[in-house]
């Protein structure tokens, strides 16, 4: 049987310069053409400049009537009706207006429309309350979007408003990052799939499913690896096939310094490992290697390590793999709605409840912080950086968050 580790041969890394590690090592993958109208998520890997102005043709801001601004106040002669689809085929003359809604396009001789609630119509003669300039009402071509302007830039992401633009613009296909394919690995003769019988003393795989979620969110095609068992050459083989399929592989568990603790000199075999100790709580043990130009990360076995590190240092990567611009999540200051007791050795995460409070948002714990204590990412939206120090850090002190989720309303 090994022996035990008394002290990791890792040095411990700070959280930012184990960011930096990750993301030196992190470039856009591949790039391919797609269908762009159903495309949410999937990140642009070209700037999209418009193909023409947006109106076309000087089109009428709201219903009302198309008229000459030069009669001034004096009545005129309703000669037509317009409607959004129709192409006008009409001039108006000195004296006369057209009825017009919204979104029609003007016709000839008609430099200005008035709204409905401004006028009267008395048998097909319109009055009018005010008196009009050129363009008052009208939206003028370019007006929304002109012909070459940058509408959407390389590196952002799709979401409704997006796909709403390139529908506009006509346009249906455009280069977008490839997605990334994240592989993951739950390790430990404990482990059991959720469905299965479990041993006393064993737990269920939620990890594993818990991060596929995780890089469903973040943008990323999947592959469950299932479970190995305690075992290096079960490990390593799984490990390697993970490596063969996908483009990050995640792995949960075995990355501490028990004799059963395999991922680290297993990665270390087949690449580079980069660092296997980060300077933060939940997930001190947190590894990160390369492997033939793949990412792998080491993930701790706790539930709540495992995904806080996840958040921390494997979602901006894979953000960054697929072109996002902005892969890190927003951040902001948070007033604390309770006490907080610092760790006195390391900055931690601690999971939180962000909400608006009158002018400022206010940081509630979601309870314990165990690691293995699930239930506090339960309600969280955020995680909260809290430096290490011994003195409690009084309710109303500010500190920064990593904003996860929505932020929730007042109460």
Same mark, same amino acid.
């Given at each position: 049987?090994?022996?035990?580790?008394?002290?990791?041969?890792?040095?411990?890394?700070?959280?930012?310069?184990?960011?930096?590690?990750?993301?030196?090592?992190?470039?856009?993958?591949?790039?391919?053409?797609?269908?762009?109208?159903?495309?949410?998520?999937?990140?642009?890997?070209?700037?999209?400049?418009?193909?023409?102005?947006?109106?076309?043709?000087?089109?009428?801001?709201?219903?009302?009537?198309?008229?000459? /601004?030069?009669?001034?106040?004096?009545?005129?002669?309703?000669?037509?009706?317009? @409607?959004?689809?129709?192409?006008?085929? #009409?001039?108006?003359?000195?004296?006369?207006?057209?009825?017009?809604?919204?979104?029609?396009?003007?016709?000839?001789?008609?430099?200005?429309?008035?709204?409905?609630?401004?006028?009267?119509?008395?048998?097909?003669? #319109?009055?009018?309350?005010?008196?009009?300039?050129?363009?008052?009402?009208?939206?003028?071509?370019?007006?929304?979007?002109?012909?070459?302007?940058?509408?959407?830039?390389?590196? !952002?992401?799709?979401?409704?408003?997006?796909?709403? =633009? #390139?529908?506009?613009?006509?346009?249906?296909?455009?280069?977008?990052?490839?997605?990334?394919?994240?592989?993951?690995?739950?390790?430990?003769?404990?482990?059991?799939?959720?469905?299965?019988?479990?041993?006393?003393?064993?737990?269920?795989?939620?990890?594993?499913?818990?991060?596929?979620?995780?890089?469903?969110?973040?943008?990323?095609? !999947?592959?469950?690896?299932?479970?190995?068992?305690?075992?290096?050459?079960?490990?390593?083989?799984?490990? /390697?096939?993970? &490596?063969?399929?996908?483009?990050?592989?995640? $792995?949960?568990?075995?990355?501490?310094?028990? $004799?059963?603790?395999?991922?680290?000199?297993?990665?270390?075999? &087949?690449? @580079?490992?980069?660092?296997?100790?980060?300077?933060?709580?939940?997930?001190?043990? $947190? !590894?990160?290697?390369?492997?033939?130009?793949?990412?792998?990360?080491?993930?701790?076995?706790?539930?709540?390590?495992?995904?806080?590190?996840?958040?921390?240092?494997?979602?901006?990567?894979?953000?960054?793999?697929?072109?996002? /611009?902005?892969?890190?999540?927003?951040?902001?200051?948070?007033? &604390?709605?309770?006490?907080?007791?610092?760790?006195?050795?390391?900055?931690?995460?601690?999971?939180?409840?962000?909400?608006?409070?009158?002018?400022? =948002?206010?940081?509630?714990?979601?309870?314990?912080?165990?690691?293995?204590?699930?239930?506090?990412?339960?309600?969280?939206?955020?995680?909260?950086?809290?430096?290490?120090?011994?003195? =409690?850090?009084?309710?109303?002190?500010?500190?920064?968050? &990593?904003? @996860?989720?929505?932020?929730?309303?007042?109460?």
């Amino acid at each position: 049987m090994s022996e035990m580790r008394r002290e990791s041969p890792f040095p411990m890394l700070a959280v930012d310069a184990a960011r930096q590690l990750i993301m030196a090592h992190v470039a856009p993958l591949g790039v391919e053409e797609i269908e762009v109208l159903a495309a949410e998520g999937r990140v642009l890997a070209a700037d999209i400049r418009s193909p023409e102005d947006v109106p076309d043709v000087p089109k009428a801001a709201m219903d009302g009537y198309a008229l000459r /601004a030069a009669d001034g106040l004096a009545p005129r002669i309703v000669v037509a009706e317009l @409607t959004a689809g129709m192409a006008p085929g #009409l001039t108006i003359p000195p004296g006369g207006a057209a009825r017009i809604m919204t979104g029609a396009p003007m016709p000839a001789g008609a430099d200005a429309m008035i709204p409905v609630e401004l006028t009267e119509e008395r048998d097909g003669v #319109l009055l009018i309350q005010r008196e009009l300039r050129p363009g008052d009402y009208v939206h003028v071509p370019g007006q929304d979007i002109a012909r070459g302007e940058l509408v959407l830039a390389r590196g !952002t992401p799709l979401g409704p408003a997006e796909i709403g =633009l #390139l529908a506009t613009l006509g346009v249906t296909r455009a280069p977008a990052y490839r997605r990334p394919r994240v592989a993951v690995l739950a390790t430990g003769d404990e482990v059991a799939e959720p469905d299965d019988p479990r041993q006393p003393g064993g737990v269920r795989d939620s990890n594993r499913y818990a991060l596929l979620a995780a890089a469903r969110e973040a943008g990323c095609d !999947t592959i469950s690896l299932g479970i190995a068992r305690d075992d290096y050459a079960a490990q390593r083989a799984a490990i /390697a096939a993970g &490596l063969e399929q996908a483009d990050v592989l995640i $792995t949960s568990g075995g990355v501490s310094m028990g $004799t059963r603790d395999l991922i680290k000199p297993i990665l270390a075999e &087949l690449g @580079t490992l980069h660092f296997g100790r980060v300077a933060f709580k939940p997930g001190k043990p $947190t !590894t990160f290697a390369t492997v033939g130009g793949r990412l792998a990360f080491g993930l701790p076995g706790y539930p709540v390590s495992s995904l806080v590190s996840f958040e921390v240092f494997v979602r901006p990567a894979l953000r960054a793999l697929q072109g996002d /611009a902005r892969p890190e999540r927003p951040r902001a200051r948070v007033a &604390l709605a309770e006490p907080i007791q610092p760790s006195p050795d390391r900055p931690e995460y601690q999971r939180v409840a962000v909400r608006f409070a009158g002018s400022r =948002l206010v940081a509630e714990s979601t309870g314990g912080q165990g690691s293995s204590r699930l239930l506090s990412l339960r309600g969280a939206n955020a995680l909260l950086l809290v430096p290490p120090g011994d003195a =409690l850090l009084p309710a109303g002190a500010e500190l920064e968050a &990593l904003l @996860t989720g929505p932020l929730l309303g007042a109460e």
